[in-house]
């Protein structure tokens, strides 16, 4: 599938045919346009722009689950542990290094982020002396949650010290210097904020962290397939990350942890599983743990949900994510682009980081009315194009570009349609009564 082909034309008005005209020569040049047409679309009418909450289903990985319905498990039953799935979560795990700066043996593919969250933040609290783990008011929900209920857990000896942000977008060195200090074992960060897109400088971070005597932990799910990450020459000691974002191995999908090298023995798993044991079919009542990350494992992996992991992360072996990133980065300069020109002077305002150089692969859009407003673009009978960001409370449209599918055009298209929806006051047709996922 050529660039050409990739380009939609479409006729949605004078300022949509304006704002494509300057999408229209990035789209010519792409050179990731092609890979496009390995994703499942069938509404042509849709501009899907929620990669960052949900990726889209590579077309290869129907006929592997096929096969592996089909062959793997319907013929093969309980032989196929054997022959394809035990070592798994160790394959993937190597599959998926390249993509975040690790080794082979650095990272394993099991259980979901939370578990993994809880593995790591337990541990390292259990054995410190010290006293905080620290981490920052635009973390997700759930890295806060762990933190809070390993300290219940641990007694309350511990506290969660939470670094503000002065403007709910970044957060200062002056914040990281004032809470890593002398009392902290555990620094615990989202690389790219799941609110704003912002960006963390991970190698100075871990660096000064390191010498504080603080270990880092970092969270990799709106990251890891979408901006280059280098754990190794970070220095980091763990993250986490899911699959089901920009790595599109479906809903729910299995999670990875990583654990440098050279400590992954020092550091138990609080949670002693079946398949963590040195010799797991012996079947001791005492537990051993293995070498290695294997000890990070638990009870058994889901295979059907971690072997979708396998075509899309060919594909990325394919792209490279260089090339993602820069296509990534052009993608979120031309939305800033068009948004100060034609969604500024309609009321919104810019949620992220303006350096390019600090912000992920999505953008954070705000406005007064902008559950409405996404409801309006995600109305398959409102428009002539149906676009799906998502919302974040209070008043965040999270507009998320995978350079893996998305093309240029499309970014004009949600900019135009934002603009349509929000100066002819279409939005007010809808209610804003919030459904449960949004």
């Given amino acids: 599938m050529d660039a050409d082909n990739y380009y939609i034309p479409i006729d949605v008005g004078n300022l949509a045919e ?37 990726g889209m289903l590579p077309v290869a990985t129907k006929e592997h689950i096929r096969d592996v319905l089909e062959d793997e498990w319907g013929r093969g039953l309980i032989r196929s542990y054997n022959d394809k799935w035990w070592n798994g979560p160790s394959e993937l795990g190597a599959m998926i290094a390249p993509l975040v700066g690790a080794g082979p ?41 762990i933190a809070q209920g390993v300290i219940d857990l641990l007694g309350g000896r511990h506290r969660l010290e939470l670094m503000r942000s002065d403007d709910g977008i970044t957060v200062s060195d002056k914040e990281l210097k004032r809470l890593v200090n002398s009392d902290c074992a555990l620094l ?28 880092v932990l970092w969270d990799l799910s709106h990251a890891a397939g979408a901006v280059p990450v280098d754990l190794n020459g970070a220095g980091a000691d763990f993250a986490v990350g899911c699959t089901y974002k920009y790595l ?42 293995a070498k290695g990350m294997k000890r990070f494992l638990t009870g058994s992996v889901p295979v059907l949900s971690s072997t979708t992991l396998r075509s899309s992360l060919e594909i990325f072996r394919l792209a490279g994510m260089d090339r993602i990133r820069e296509k990534s980065v052009a993608m979120t300069s031309l939305f800033h682009s068009l948004f100060k020109e034609y969604l500024e002077p309609l009321g919104f305002a810019f949620g992220s980081p303006e350096n390019p150089d600090l912000r992920g692969s999505h953008v954070s859009v705000k406005h007064p009315e902008a559950y409405r407003i996404c409801k309006a673009l995600a109305d398959e009978n409102e428009g002539e194009w149906t676009v799906i960001p998502d919302f974040r409370v209070p008043d965040n449209i999270r507009v998320g570009f995978a350079p893996l599918y998305n093309s240029f055009a499309e970014v004009a298209i949600a900019v135009a349609e934002m603009a349509r929806i929000a100066g002819e006051g279409v939005y007010e047709k809808y209610s804003d009564e919030r459904g449960v996922v949004t």
Wanted: proline letters at 4%; glycine letters at 4%.
């Fill in 18 to 54: 304006t704002i494509l005209k300057r999408a229209e020569k990035y789209d010519v040049d792409d050179p990731l346009a092609s890979f496009a047409s390995l994703f499942m679309k069938e509404e042509p009418s849709l501009v899907y722009l929620d990669g960052n909450s949900l």
């Fill in 105 to 145: 043996d650095e990272v394993i593919v099991c259980d979901s982020v939370t578990v993994n969250l809880f593995k790591i933040v337990m541990s390292v609290l259990r054995d410190s002396r010290r006293n905080s783990i620290v981490s920052d008011e635009l973390n997700f929900g759930t890295d806060l949650y």
């Fill in 188 to 215: 615990s960060l989202s690389h790219v904020s799941f609110r704003s897109a912002f960006v963390y400088d991970m190698e100075r971070v871990t660096r000064l962290a390191h010498d504080n005597g603080a270990m």
């Fill in 248 to 289: 599109n191995a479906g809903p729910g999908a299995v999670s990875f942890i990583y654990v440098r090298r050279d400590i992954q023995d020092k550091i138990g798993s609080p949670l002693w599983g079946w398949w963590a044991d040195a010799d797991p079919f012996s079947f001791n009542t005492d537990f051993t743990p």
